[in-house]
């Protein structure tokens, strides 16, 4: 059976998602990326596999080690898919705002 996943399912895990921090600042081999967490390499190995497949990273072989990047397509797409959740409620948020500021006005000292 083959699993088809997403990025969104990639991203529900937490582990997955303190790698994408981790290569956010710099890109790093599965065994650097492996020495930051308590999980077992084979372990951190398939959450790779997951994000690669997910087209959250990618993979760039040099000499014998393989460095794992962020893919910023694959970023982008999850950030375009929030981005109209996060206007809608900033929109709220200003709109709650402004109803406190009319219903206990500051006093003026």
């Not at 890109?27 to 650097?32: E, F, M, V, W």
């Not at 997910?54 to 929030?82: S, W």
Request: glycine share 2%; aromatic share 8%; with cysteine.
């Amino acid at each position: 059976m083959n699993l088809r996943r997403d990025a969104f399912q990639a991203i529900a895990d937490p582990t997955r998602r303190a790698i994408l921090l981790l290569l956010a600042s710099q890109s790093l081999t599965a065994g650097a990326i492996a020495a930051s967490f308590d999980s077992a390499r084979p372990t951190v190995s398939k959450h790779l596999q997951i994000l690669t497949e997910c087209e959250l990273l990618t993979q760039e072989q040099k000499g014998r080690e393989m460095y794992y990047h962020l893919n910023p397509v694959g970023i982008k797409a999850i950030a375009d898919f929030v981005e109209p959740f996060r206007q809608m409620w900033d929109e709220r948020f200003n709109q709650l705002e402004a109803l406190l500021k009319a219903r206990h006005p500051q006093n003026p000292a």
